[in-house]
């Protein structure tokens, strides 16, 4: 591809590409080129005159007859694994380009998402995107407010906005436009009084996410057939509880629950808080 681009750029003729890329050829290559002009001098074979003679001449005596089979099995198991979603999108062009191979966009982001890891993959399967570029950047950037990487806070003083993340990139450049205006700008101090609010700030919090379905509560192991099985009671939709009244007539020892949750009636619109 250099020799091509340099052939391009010197406008050089067809006559002449050969005896120029043959020019640089040094140890190994040049005794390759040597013997083969002889060889083709022996078999009474005309010699290599056109660029493309030379390209499929030295394809055939340093890259093996394995290759495509070798490159075309290697993008068929391309995975992700532990690099990070770029370096997986440009080893994957990487093989496309060298295979030579041109296929439709959907057919390259069937290819991109089979070898997605798992945790990515079913995070942006059911997300809607237009082509590879915007599922890349899903893969790369997509994240839900409450988990952004870049979260910052905005404090609101009067009619000024105040950001956290805008003070140490506007430091340098506040300093130096200060120092230019301030024989222009009058110089105001804050008021002393009672500030009833101590702050107010814009920002997305994530709420506490609460368990909407209990684990199952009796599951056993029991043996069929020959196998052995797992045994679920109930559901998991569906809670064994005890009246009040059972564990006071047997005496039962009652301890706070550790982590207190709701039953909701089906029949009813009241809640049981489980404590």
């Known amino acids: ?73 290697k993008l068929q198991r391309l995975q992700q694994k532990n690099v990070s979603v770029e370096e997986y999108r440009q080893k994957m062009k990487l093989y496309l380009m060298r295979a030579g191979i041109r296929e439709e966009e959907r057919l390259t982001i069937a290819r991109f998402l089979s070898g997605l890891n798992f945790d990515i993959r079913d995070r942006v399967e059911l ?78 919090q994530p709420c506490p996410t609460s368990l909407s379905q209990r684990e199952n509560i009796f599951h056993t192991r029991c043996r069929v057939s020959k196998r052995s099985c797992s045994l679920i009671v109930d559901s998991g939709s569906c809670s064994n509880c005890c009246s009040t009244r059972l564990v006071n007539k047997l005496a039962l020892t009652t301890i706070p629950h550790p982590q207190p949750y709701k039953l909701h009636w089906l029949n009813e619109g009241e809640e049981l808080e489980v404590n």
């Open 1 to 73: 591809m250099k020799v091509e681009q340099i052939f391009t750029c010197h406008q050089v003729g067809e006559e002449r590409k050969v005896p120029l890329a043959t020019l640089a050829f040094q140890g190994q290559a040049m005794y390759w080129w040597t013997s083969l002009e002889r060889e083709r001098r022996l078999h009474n074979d005309p010699p290599i005159t056109y660029w493309n003679e030379l390209r499929s001449a030295m394809r055939r005596r340093h890259i093996p007859s394995y290759y495509s089979r070798e490159l075309m099995d």
């Open 127 to 204: 997300l809607p995107y237009r082509d590879l570029d915007d599922l890349i950047q899903l893969c790369k950037g997509g994240h839900i407010a409450s988990q952004c990487p870049t979260k910052k806070v905005m404090i609101l003083r009067g009619q000024d906005i105040y950001s956290s993340l805008d003070e140490s990139s506007s430091t340098t450049s506040s300093d130096s436009e200060t120092s230019k205006e301030d024989h222009h700008i009058e110089k105001l101090y804050p008021v002393d009084g009672d500030l009833l609010m101590i702050k107010r700030f814009l920002g997305s």
